[in-house]
């Protein structure tokens, strides 16, 4: 559990004060500390990435960056329900991100929450009519092998059907 979880919403907001305060930390410093993380991320130290950015969240639980890479980072950990708390929170922030729609998407499709997952799949792409961003691309891409799944679901089970009768 987070320590961030451990304090109510006003108790919360001192106790992420008191640290930025205690820490002396300024934006360049912030913006440096994500930049390591990511790098870690990158490399797939993903519990170096996320003691950091775990504690970026205690400073500012407001920071949609933050909730959605840590999303990643335990989605990537095959921690669900965690990876999906902190999507719900990088969106309610942010809800044009299209990585936390695609894989709070993934999340979704793999728990068998199949109308979820469309839901965010047709959100993220419906973002990028252009279809140049990745993750919406991702999106289009998981949508048609859902269909492309069912209709063959469908037409097995038809066969299965007419075998019968």
């Not at 500390?33 to 407001?62: H, N, P, S, T």
């Not at 279809?131 to 679901?153: C, G, H, Q, S, Y």
């Amino acid at each position: 559990m987070e320590i961030a979880q451990h304090f109510e919403d006003e108790e919360q907001q001192e106790y992420r004060i008191a640290m930025a305060e205690l820490l002396d930390l300024k934006k360049e410093q912030i913006a440096a500390i994500m930049m390591i993380g990511y790098r870690l991320y990158e490399q797939g130290r993903l519990k170096e990435a996320a003691k950091i950015f775990e504690g970026l969240a205690v400073l500012d639980q407001r920071n949609a960056y933050v909730n959605g890479i840590l999303g990643s980072i335990y989605q990537k950990q095959g921690q669900h329900e965690p990876a999906l708390e902190r999507y719900n929170r990088a969106l309610a922030l942010f809800s044009y991100d299209t990585n936390a729609l695609t894989n709070r998407g993934e999340i979704l499709l793999k728990l068998g929450r199949f109308q979820e997952a469309a839901e965010d799949f047709k959100q993220a792409f419906q973002l990028d009519p252009e279809r140049k961003d990745p993750a919406a691309n991702r999106a289009w891409f998981l949508v048609n092998i859902v269909r492309e799944a069912m209709t063959l679901a469908k037409q097995e089970a038809t066969e299965e059907i007419k075998e019968k009768i």
